[in-house]
């Protein structure tokens, strides 16, 4: 069974930094795209970046370019989201997630796999 846990969330002051992590297990995805959205209160699940899977193709909403990079450790089977220069806008609940059709898209719904979620608060 297909299981991602996230971890690495918390409390942080804007300016700060976060880490999350993403751990898969039930399958080696190393050949496919692992994404990363987030979910404010009373909002839209909304896209935040995504990784491919051989090349490591990375792609970034607008609102995150510059502040946020993910990476990921095939051998782990592990995503990464580095949060950097938080904002306050940046809090939300973020989730990671797995696309076994290979597609690289910014759609919750090309999404076959889904993590719990992890929260992230930026104090202003």
């Known amino acids: 069974q297909v299981q991602l846990v996230e971890s690495g969330g918390g409390l942080v002051q804007a300016g700060g930094s976060l880490r999350l992590s993403c751990a898969a297990s039930?399958?080696?995805?190393?050949?496919?795209?692992m994404g990363w959205f987030r979910q404010a209160p009373g909002k839209e699940r909304e896209f935040v970046t995504f990784?491919?899977?051989?090349?490591?193709?990375?792609y970034y909403a607008d609102s995150v370019k510059g502040r946020f990079t993910i990476s990921r450790d095939n051998a782990k089977n592990t995503v990464y989201l580095q949060m950097n220069s938080l904002k306050p806008e940046d809090t939300a609940v973020y989730y990671c997630a797995i696309a076994t059709s290979r597609a690289l898209t910014i759609v919750p719904r090309g999404y076959d796999y889904w993590g719990q979620g992890t929260q992230v608060t930026v104090s202003s």
């Open positions: 039930g399958r080696t995805f190393s050949s496919y795209a």
């Open positions: 990784i491919s899977g051989n090349s490591g193709y990375t």
